[in-house]
């Protein structure tokens, strides 16, 4: 792979060069336009270049060695319902584009170096059932807009370096099973209305500097 951009544009999918078999990892629709682009694990090294996959659903490219920012024309996947960009060298800021993303059911960028705040786009991702952040250098207050995302089923914001409470709007999320925040830097008191979170299997709130009382509500899990 080329070492400074890697992401060519949209291939010619297979089928339209006789051939029998699909490329590794990439998956076309009736059409021959690309639909799945998903190479995990495949030692791509680089940064993104440009996105002409106008049809694309999954792009996974979790555990590679892609570097730079996760760039603004992201927002030409308007069709897409998986990204996962976990385990890369990514930095800067989340793009305010993703918010364009609007058929999104999950959402992973974990485990990069990515900074600055969650912005408040992301309560525009109502679709949304799984959101990892974790393992990045997030900082700010979590926005209240978060808990707009009631079809979130998984949430997982740990490891970061946030500022301020458990924001109260998570009430809301009355889908989630798994909730994360360890070692986020969160303050103040754990809130009562995690005992409304009926449908909690893990809650995770160790190595932060919350303080007073456990709430006795948390007996209703």
Same mark, same amino acid.
């Given at each position: 792979?080329?070492?400074?951009?890697?992401?060519?544009?949209?291939?010619?999918?297979?089928?339209?060069?006789?051939?029998?078999?699909?490329?590794?990892?990439?998956?076309?629709?009736?059409? @021959?336009?690309?639909?799945?682009?998903?190479?995990?694990?495949?030692?791509?090294?680089?940064?993104?270049?440009?996105?002409?996959?106008?049809?694309?659903?999954?792009?996974?490219?979790?555990?590679?060695?892609?570097? @730079?920012?996760?760039?603004?024309?992201?927002?030409?996947?308007?069709?897409?319902?998986?990204?996962?960009?976990?385990?890369?060298?990514?930095?800067?800021?989340?793009?305010?584009?993703?918010?364009?993303?609007?058929?999104?059911?999950?959402?992973?960028?974990?485990?990069?170096?990515?900074?600055?705040?969650?912005?408040?786009?992301?309560?525009?991702?109502?679709?949304?059932?799984?959101?990892?952040?974790?393992?990045?250098?997030?900082?700010?207050?979590?926005?209240?807009?978060?808990?707009?995302?009631?079809?979130?089923?998984?949430?997982?914001?740990?490891?970061?370096?946030?500022?301020?409470?458990?924001?109260?709007?998570?009430?809301?999320?009355?889908?989630?099973?798994?909730?994360?925040?360890?070692?986020?830097?969160?303050?103040?008191?754990?809130?009562?209305?995690?005992?409304?979170?009926?449908?909690?299997?893990?809650?995770?709130?160790?190595?932060?500097?919350?303080?007073?009382?456990?709430?006795?509500?948390? @007996?209703?899990?």
């Amino acid at each position: 792979m080329e070492s400074k951009s890697w992401w060519q544009p949209q291939p010619i999918c297979p089928v339209f060069l006789g051939w029998q078999q699909p490329w590794l990892g990439i998956t076309c629709d009736n059409s @021959g336009s690309v639909v799945d682009f998903s190479l995990p694990y495949f030692g791509l090294r680089g940064t993104f270049h440009s996105f002409n996959f106008s049809n694309l659903l999954t792009l996974n490219l979790w555990n590679n060695s892609l570097y @730079g920012t996760i760039p603004s024309h992201i927002s030409n996947l308007t069709k897409i319902t998986n990204l996962d960009l976990c385990d890369n060298h990514f930095t800067g800021n989340i793009p305010l584009e993703i918010g364009l993303l609007t058929s999104l059911n999950f959402l992973y960028l974990c485990e990069n170096n990515l900074t600055g705040l969650i912005p408040a786009f992301i309560g525009t991702l109502k679709h949304l059932s799984i959101l990892y952040l974790r393992g990045n250098k997030l900082s700010g207050f979590i926005p209240l807009e978060i808990g707009s995302l009631q079809s979130l089923s998984s949430l997982d914001l740990s490891n970061n370096d946030f500022t301020g409470r458990i924001p109260f709007s998570i009430e809301n999320m009355r889908n989630l099973s798994i909730l994360s925040f360890f070692n986020s830097k969160l303050s103040s008191f754990i809130p009562s209305f995690i005992g409304n979170l009926r449908n909690l299997s893990i809650l995770s709130l160790w190595d932060n500097e919350l303080s007073d009382l456990i709430p006795p509500e948390i @007996g209703s899990l």
